[in-house]
T-cell receptor
Framework: GQQLNQSPQSMFIQEGEDVSMNCTSS?????WLWYKQDPGEGPVLLIA?????ELTSNGRLTAQFGITRKDSFLNISASIPSDVGIYFC????????????FGRGTSLIVHP | DGGITQSPKYLFRKEGQNVTLSCEQN?????MYWYRQDPGQGLRLIYY???????QKGDIAEGYSVSREKKESFPLTVTSAQKNPTAFYLC???????????FGSGTRLTVV
């Protein structure tokens, strides 16, 4: 099936730093979703994107739907210790199944 | 409060035994899903159901079985045929056509 390439696989940063991660696909998507999973819990939806070029914020988080419709980006500004977790991208391929495809996740560790 | 409940949180079983993981939702969602999560592997779809008494195999259905007798409930049975059952299992639900899932808090299954 469709594969999503999510990078980086892991990040180790200092509190206060900004974070960037991205997700790319080999085909055109019409929906991009970003989730955060706290350790030992289920993922929680952070941001949903539905149009190419769309830029959406949720507090210190900002996500963008790439203009090529084959990628998406998530930025976290001024990281804090509670940002620790795994961030997953997910997307729905245009003309494909309604079941979204998930990336493998970016593990974020924030040092105080 | 509406939500999705998985139980138990931790489960230990001996090799060769079948085990059933519970998933209940009171969100009135039509669709329910089961995912398996292994370190570095992201989320892999086991089974999904769009309506009561109907379900479809996902990408890794071998060794698993499900039932959907009620809208609120979607239990997953891990059978002895599953070669490597130790993993974190996540249940999710959604409304039809909406790609943002609500996830449960997961069940960590350890087979010894």
């Amino acid at each position: 099936g469709q594969q999503l390439n999510q990078s980086p696989q892991s990040m180790f940063i200092q509190e206060g730093e900004d974070v960037s991660m991205n997700c790319t696909s080999s085909s055109i998507f019409n929906t991009w979703l970003w989730y955060k999973q706290d350790p030992g819990e289920g993922p929680v939806l952070l941001i949903a994107l539905y149009k190419a070029g769309e830029l959406t914020s949720n507090g210190r988080l900002t996500a963008q739907f790439g203009i090529t419709r084959k990628d998406s980006f998530l930025n976290i500004s001024a990281s804090i210790p509670s940002d620790v977790g795994i961030y997953f991208c997910a997307g729905r391929e245009t003309g494909g199944s309604y079941i979204p495809t998930f990336g493998r996740g970016t593990s974020l560790i924030v040092h105080p | 409060d509406g939500g999705i409940t998985q139980s138990p949180k931790y489960l230990f079983r001996k090799e060769g035994q079948n085990v059933t993981l519970s998933c209940e939702q009171n969100l009135n969602h039509d669709a329910m899903y089961w995912y398996r999560q292994d370190p570095g592997q992201g989320l892999r779809l086991i089974y999904y159901s769009q309506i009561v008494n109907d379900f479809q195999k996902g990408d890794i259905a071998e060794g698993y079985s499900v039932s959907r007798e009620k809208k609120e409930s979607f239990p997953l049975t891990v059978t002895s045929a599953q070669k490597n059952p130790t993993a974190f299992y996540l249940c999710a639900s959604s409304m039809p056509g909406y790609y943002g899932y609500t996830f449960g808090s997961g069940t960590r299954l350890t087979v010894v």
